[in-house]
């Protein structure tokens, strides 16, 4: 840029502040600009002689702020407090400032400004920092101040009309730099500070572009915004369960009953995802076109170098009925049924290459057995096809991933979050894989619940045999309709399953079983 500094100041206002940008070497003197109001001017100076700039030090804006030894930064951050400010005042919306100095020494600190936008400082302005930064002598700043009042038309007003809104990070020096940029963003007439605490950078922006969006703007809403564009996982007391959840935009099933609007993702489907992810690698190892779609040669999964892949999905009587169907039928997969209890299904799922287990509730796992997972080791590196040798790695990470001692509802979160990315699925198009039957689970007390004996399965009742007999009939009267009882291992109590088509069958069904229990196995207390 040509020209001297005299020169360039006495460009019309018109003109691009960036030509300013080049004066940052020279400090501004002139005296033709418009003077702000005598009191503003006072407080301005007042507050201005308590933050000297420190001598032999230049400062430069840089790619997105201020940043040296904390001690040589108040003069620094007081004077980005009254830009602030008068960059609120000319936008006439809220603005940030940041004091941070990132991943770089403790000592070291910062300053940026953020735009009301919540982007950074608006680059015409970055000109205005470093001479406002530098100005030598109060006399001096107080010039370079009027000289941004007039050439962005600034109002200053006597209401509260320019917000600033400050963060820091947790640096030592952070709570002293606020306080110095609070001095400077007040000391412009019209303009007030907000003091946000502790925040990251990325959450002072979004806390600014909210807070000019009109929409609830604290670091709280900040955390509900990110969680609440998430669907949700649960884990239970001792996290050895996993369910997820979502609320859905609007509610479809027609159900008139109590109101629920949300769609649960149970043991069963995870042990379904899971189930789809696996064959689809086997697949790929055995070089099958076969699609998870078709049930006919999805059947057996055999793999050359290897043989046949035994895999299977093992649940218990109260997996619904609509995921056992999925399984068996898109997924093509057997489907493997044990006593309620994880010890028994983690025993059964181990006689497999890989078993997946799952209870309905959300305890469940995959174990690999050693061979196979040996087998895949070696296919990871060995395979001619890089295709066979990427599906190999794939379930050699699901082998070190998941918790193979016991169901982990930690372990269990990131494999379900691996799936669903690998898939490039929603968590609704996830719940969409098949829909849960209508059921209802109930409990009966009973005098004595070991007089219920069930079949090893533990959807029938060996004895009392008119027990079974009377919920048979009654399981005809519902279509679709499937129900069993059995004494529960944790509870003094016998638990009561049914499913229909409909949720008012399913809850009619399990009320009659529940009295059918009551009354032929010794029910106490008020008849269900
Ligand atoms: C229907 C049901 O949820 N039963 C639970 C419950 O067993 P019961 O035997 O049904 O009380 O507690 C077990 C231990 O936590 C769990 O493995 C099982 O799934
Ligand atoms: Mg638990």
Request: glycine letters at 8%.
């Amino acid at each position: 840029m040509q020209g001297s500094l005299a020169q360039r100041i006495s460009l019309p206002a018109c003109c691009h502040p960036l030509l300013i940008h080049t004066a940052r070497d020279c400090w501004y003197t002139s005296a033709a600009l418009e003077m702000m109001e005598l009191e503003d001017k006072d407080l301005l100076r007042k507050q201005a002689a308590l933050f000297p700039l420190p001598k032999g030090v230049k400062f430069s804006y840089g790619t997105a702020g201020f940043r040296t030894d904390a001690a040589l930064l108040p003069s620094t951050v007081f004077r980005m407090g009254v830009l602030a400010a008068l960059r609120s005042l000319c936008t006439k919306r809220a603005t940030g400032l940041m004091i941070t100095a990132s991943h770089n020494p403790v000592h070291e600190n910062g300053v940026k400004l953020a735009d009301p936008s919540g982007g950074m400082l608006n680059v015409a302005w970055e000109p205005y920092s470093d001479m406002l930064a530098n100005a030598p002598d109060v006399e001096n700043f107080l010039q370079i101040v009027e000289h941004i009042v007039k050439r962005e038309n600034i109002q200053s007003g006597n209401a509260a009309s320019g917000e600033v809104l400050l963060a820091r990070d947790t640096r030592p020096s952070g709570e002293a730099l606020v306080s110095a940029a609070r001095q400077g963003v007040e000391a412009v007439r019209g303009t007030v500070a907000h003091d946000m605490g502790v925040l990251t950078t990325p959450q002072l922006h979004w806390v600014v572009r909210s807070f000019n969006n009109g929409v609830p703007a604290s670091e709280s809403d900040y955390f509900h915004q990110l969680s609440d564009s998430f669907r949700c996982a649960s884990i239970d007391g001792d996290a050895d369960r996993l369910v997820y959840f979502y609320i859905p935009e609007k509610h479809e099933d027609g159900y008139s009953g109590p109101v629920c609007t949300l769609h649960l993702l149970d043991g069963d489907k995870i042990a379904a995802i899971f189930g789809l992810f696996i064959i689809g690698q086997l697949h790929i190892l055995a070089g099958s076109k076969s699609s998870v779609s078709d049930a006919t040669t999805a059947h057996k999964a055999v793999v050359p170098g290897y043989g046949e892949v035994k895999f299977a999905v093992v649940q218990t009587a109260y997996a619904n009925g609509a995921s056992t169907n999925y399984i068996k039928q898109v997924l093509g997969l057997e489907v493997a049924t044990t006593p309620t209890g994880v010890k028994h299904l983690h025993k059964k799922a181990e006689q497999y290459d890989i078993g997946i287990y799952f209870e309905a509730n959300g305890h469940g796992t995959i174990l690999f057995n050693e061979i196979f997972s040996q087998w895949l080791q070696d296919a990871s590196v060995q395979q001619k096809e890089a295709e066979h040798r990427q599906a190999a790695k794939r379930l050699v990470a699901v082998n070190e991933m998941v918790n193979q001692a016991v169901g982990d509802a930690l372990s269990g979160i990131l494999m379900v979050e691996v799936v669903l990315r690998y898939q490039g699925w929603s968590v609704e198009q996830w719940d969409s894989m098949y829909k849960d039957l209508p059921s209802r689970q109930l409990k009966v007390k009973v005098k004595d619940r070991a007089v219920i004996i069930t079949t090893p399965d533990e959807t029938r009742v060996a004895s009392p045999s008119s027990l079974q007999e009377a919920i048979d009939t009654e399981v005809g009267k519902y279509k679709g309709g499937r129900a069993f009882v059995r004494p529960s291992g944790t509870e003094d109590v016998v638990r009561v399953y049914a499913e229909a088509s409909s949720q008012q069958s399913a809850d009619a069904l399990a009320q009659a079983v529940c009295v059918l229990v009551y009354h032929l196995a010794g029910g106490v207390g008020p008849e269900p």
